[in-house]
């Protein structure tokens, strides 16, 4: 997740802290139609050899657009050669320093399932102790109907609040490294299980956003199984950077899996690949792993990439800390570190013509500009952060054409916030 280039001393580059900021003012703030930098949100830029901190005024914003926002400040910056290590703080902190609420992480991955009892908080636990060893890590149960991870990290409550009244997570730590714990099952005993639609909603939705983490990197959150409301809510809500999927490798069960996937890419959340979970079994005995379904591509299946597939192993029964794991686990975080990085990225042509932040007025000057310049069967590729689905009859109108008799129009919705519209010029 982090660029390793080294600051080489005799380059001629500018120093880093202008590198920085010069990609940080690439970045848009989309009430404002202007870059962070004009619209007042960096607060202050830290650059400690090739780690960057940058504090960002946006408690003006509500809680999505906050972290959409800090989310393109820590990807420009970790875009910058020579940078390691970026990370964009809000700036009201509550009083001990802690981050408030998810907007605090550079980087959240929630962790799903289709059904139930498929290994899905074995595995968002495992992963939340991998990523601990290098990154400071925090775990948020989410699961309100069954929240298991206070079980199976072994840890308890009561729950304690900082001087703003903020909930505090619990920490774990081993050897010296620390899991900050989050969960529904850490609040009163047996309330979780009683919430249910609206309410469950809304208690989660508090949680998400007053919880004083003292982590800031990455959150693992471990949502309910299925695909229900509470699941589709928090991830459009929390904007998450991607979802990982745990399936056992039954038939019906990736079956399952395989629509969970196409429903939240149909609601704009990155899929970063699947688990497939005790396809195999390690033998105590012979010592041997025999395939229990042998068969078939499951990343065809799935139509989305097998980060890991894990034998079923009484190791991954035992209770699981911060920063040890089986080397499953630690291959599986990385292989999701991995994911979530270039989870955003568009994948659009060099020569793409890139309107967002665009004043509006500009944006179809700068469309007639480009597509007129065009020699008829060349291609027209567009990047917006509004769906451009009209920009056809625009297109038709500049060529003479009805709308319908632009070749080849096309709009792809790559990220929550960019769609790709692709047309040939008639
Ligand atoms: N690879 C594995 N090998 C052996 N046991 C496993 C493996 N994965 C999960 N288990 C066990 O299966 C049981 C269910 O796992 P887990 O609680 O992680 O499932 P879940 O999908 O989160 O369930 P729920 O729907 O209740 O949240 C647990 O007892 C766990 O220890």
């Known amino acids: 997740m982090t660029n390793n280039r080294h600051p080489n001393p005799d380059s001629d580059d500018p120093p880093l802290e202008d590198r920085v900021e010069s990609a940080l003012r690439a970045v848009r703030d989309p009430d404002a139609g202007v870059n962070v930098f004009e619209a007042g949100l960096v607060e202050s830029i830290d650059v400690d050899e090739s780690n960057v901190t940058v504090e960002a005024a946006v408690s003006e914003f509500d809680h999505k657009n906050a972290t959409g926002i800090m989310r393109a400040m820590v990807q420009a910056v970790r875009d910058v050669p020579d940078v390691e290590s970026a990370h964009v703080e809000p700036v009201s902190p509550s009083a001990d320093g802690a981050v408030e609420g998810v907007a605090g992480f550079d980087t959240v991955i929630a962790v799903a399932s289709a059904k139930g009892g498929v290994g899905k908080s074995t595995v968002s636990t495992a992963l939340a102790c991998a990523l601990a ?99 589709l809510t928090t991830l459009q809500e929390v904007s998450v950077d991607g979802v990982v999927v745990v399936t056992t490798p039954f038939e019906s069960s990736l079956d399952d899996t395989a629509r969970s996937i196409e429903l939240f890419r149909d609601n704009g959340v990155p899929v970063l690949g699947a688990v497939v979970n005790m396809g195999q079994f390690a033998c105590p005995s012979c010592g041997d792993t025999h395939d229990m379904f042998p068969g078939g591509s499951h990343e065809e299946h799935l139509d989305a990439p097998v980060l890991a597939e894990l034998p079923f192993s009484p190791r991954f029964q035992a209770t699981p800390a911060p920063g040890e794991v089986a080397p499953e686990m630690e291959d599986l975080a990385d292989a999701v570190a991995d994911a979530a990085a270039t989870a955003w990225d568009l994948d659009v042509p060099n020569d793409a013509l890139d309107i967002r932040g665009e004043a509006p007025e500009k944006r179809r000057e700068r469309v007639a500009e480009r597509f007129t310049a065009l020699e008829s069967g060349e291609t027209f590729t567009l990047v917006s952060d509004r769906d451009p689905t009209p920009v056809r009859d625009f297109l038709g109108g500049l060529t003479d054409r009805r709308p319908e008799e632009i070749p080849g129009f096309e709009v792809e919705r790559q990220t929550p916030n960019d769609w790709v519209l692709t047309a040939t010029r008639p």
Do not use: C, Q
Not at 139 to 163: C, E, M, Q, T, W
Not at 176 to 192: K, N, R, Y
Not at 208 to 229: E, I, M, S, Y
């Open 133 to 231: 060893a290098d990154r400071p890590t925090g775990l948020f149960d989410a699961d309100i109907h069954g929240p298991n991870v206070p079980s199976l990290l072994d840890v308890s409550g009561p729950i304690h609040s900082d001087d703003e009244g903020n909930p505090l997570p619990v920490k774990t730590t081993e050897s010296g490294t620390t899991l900050d714990v989050m969960s529904v099952g850490l609040m009163e005993d047996g309330a979780p299980l009683a919430w249910r639609g609206a309410m469950a909603h809304d208690a989660l939705t508090e949680l998400f956003t007053t919880t004083a983490w003292r982590a800031d990197d990455t959150l693992v959150v471990d949502l309910p199984p299925g695909t229900g409301d509470v699941v």
